[in-house]
């Protein structure tokens, strides 16, 4: 029976007690007690359905929740193993790295002392590049006086062998006169 039933009817009783002029005090305050009653338990019963829908909900949010958890679990179980296959190899390329940035060190060294020599052997190569160039010209003047030298004597030689040639003459016309 509704709420609005109830006090419906209970209005009718009470005005048909009223209309017999019967005393209903008692089942006034019966019928009152019981509609109080009625209408605390319906505000009760509005309340448990009300928590128990808020149950459900929770039950519902706390199994939706737990099932989140779960994927946020595996997803964190997966990205840490990814994490983890992925420092391996980065140490290693950071170990290669690091080993290589020594290496390149190191050439850097070494060029900067060959830099070093090659700069004196520079230095020496166009000293003895100048030295020889020097001496070449040495030497072409040198041929240069040498020619000369054997053209003069040769010119001497010529005017000595003409002159001794002459003498040779002249004593065999001194024979000829003489004997």
Excluded at 41 to 62: K, M, P, W
Aim: charged share 35%; aromatic share 6%.
């Amino acid at each position: 029976m509704t709420w609005a039933t109830m006090v419906d009817l209970a209005n009718k009783v009470l005005a048909w007690l009223n209309g017999v002029n019967a005393d209903y005090t008692e089942l006034y305050n019966a019928v009152r007690d019981l509609l109080s009653c009625h209408a605390e338990l319906s505000s009760v019963e509005s309340e448990l359905r009300t928590r128990q829908n808020d149950e459900i909900e929770a039950v519902l949010s706390g199994d939706e929740l737990r099932a989140r958890s779960r994927e946020a679990t595996e997803e964190l179980a997966r990205s840490e193993a990814e994490y983890m296959k992925a420092t391996g190899p980065l140490s290693l390329l950071k170990d290669k790295f690091s080993e290589t940035r020594e290496v390149l060190r190191k050439l850097e060294e070494e060029s900067v002392e060959k830099e070093r020599e090659v700069d004196v052997l520079d230095v020496k190569w166009k000293s003895c590049l100048h030295s020889h160039i020097a001496i070449k010209n040495e030497e072409r003047e040198f041929d240069g006086q040498l020619f000369e030298k054997h053209r003069n004597l040769e010119e001497t030689q010529q005017r000595f062998d003409e002159v001794e040639a002459g003498v040779r003459q002249s004593i065999k016309a001194l024979l000829s006169i003489l004997c």
